[in-house]
């Protein structure tokens, strides 16, 4: 298998053990919080404190893996200043990925190799290249890949990346990080606004439930995004735009559109596309925050609406 391996594909290594443990313990911890959280909201009822936590915990969390991890370290969609860099990289630890060097690297390999041998999280293809079954695939694409001994190579797919030390000490302080967004910031937050007594709540709900439900949304782009939904363009994967994904990851679930355009900073194409995160970024845009925002579908599309004459489908188009 090793010998076969696609380029930037590693088996079985040291770093592939280390994120399943990670993911095993940061999981289990958190969806026993979520749990624990359902039982409070039985009990004491949702109040307006929790539920406006869990909505602005969810929105930062979003735009730290939307525009943070994905639009901006991933595909270079814009350009910003240093300390707006900073704060997206915060914001994008905090949304609880991994850290930063690795989800681009995982997420260039998926853009690079999508639903082909080498695509780490399809849910027609296991990442040893082996098809699989619409149920298999599934909970492959949904979690299963998140345990799987591949690794995706950072200096293959994240080279860009490597020698920012900003990054590197996101990376390595990242559970600081996520106490922070699942502990420290809901306990403010409820504590500011409601008092102690509102403490508990706000990090059970704004904490571990919102940081359950914003994990499973954006997982659910490798799993629904990749079967269930409208091709827009045909392009040789099964990517698909789909309104409901869209709109609980705030625009990211047109994602047949992304494949097409994977630089451009907008993910919705038609005015019923709404797309949040994107409108986001135009008004940063407007206020001087970034610049140089790619617009690569307003470019292409005169070109043509279908077919594959101007895919962008290899590592080397997509950052
Ligand atoms: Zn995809
Ligand atoms: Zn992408």
Known sequence: MKAESPVGVLVGTSEARRRAVSYSVVLSLVSLGAVAAVGWIAQNGLGWIEASGFLVFYVMASIGQGIGLHRYFSHRSFR???????????????????????????????????????????????????????????????LGWLFADTYSDPRIYAKDLLGDSMLVFFGRTRLAWYVMSIVVLPALYGFVLGGVEHVLGAVLVGGMLRAVAFSQSILALNSIGHTIGAVRFEQGN????????????????????HHRFPRNAYAGLAWYELDPL???????????????VVRVAQLEKSVSRSGNGTRLSHIEQTI
């Open 80 to 142: 910003t200043s240093q300390p707006m860099r900073v704060l997206l990289a915060v914001l994008a630890t905090m949304s609880m990925q991994g850290s930063i060097i690795g989800w681009v690297a995982d997420h260039r390999r998926h853009h690079a190799h999508t639903d082909n041998c080498g695509d780490l999280h399809s849910p027609h293809v296991d990442d040893h290249c082996r098809p699989l079954t619409s149920l298999s695939g599934f909970l492959h694409a949904q």
């Open 238 to 257: 099964t990517s698909r735009n789909n309104a409901v994904l869209a709109f609980l990851t705030l625009g990211e679930g047109w994602h047949n559109n």
């Open 278 to 292: 994107g409108s986001m970024i135009s008004l940063a845009e407007k206020l001087g925050l970034c610049w140089d």
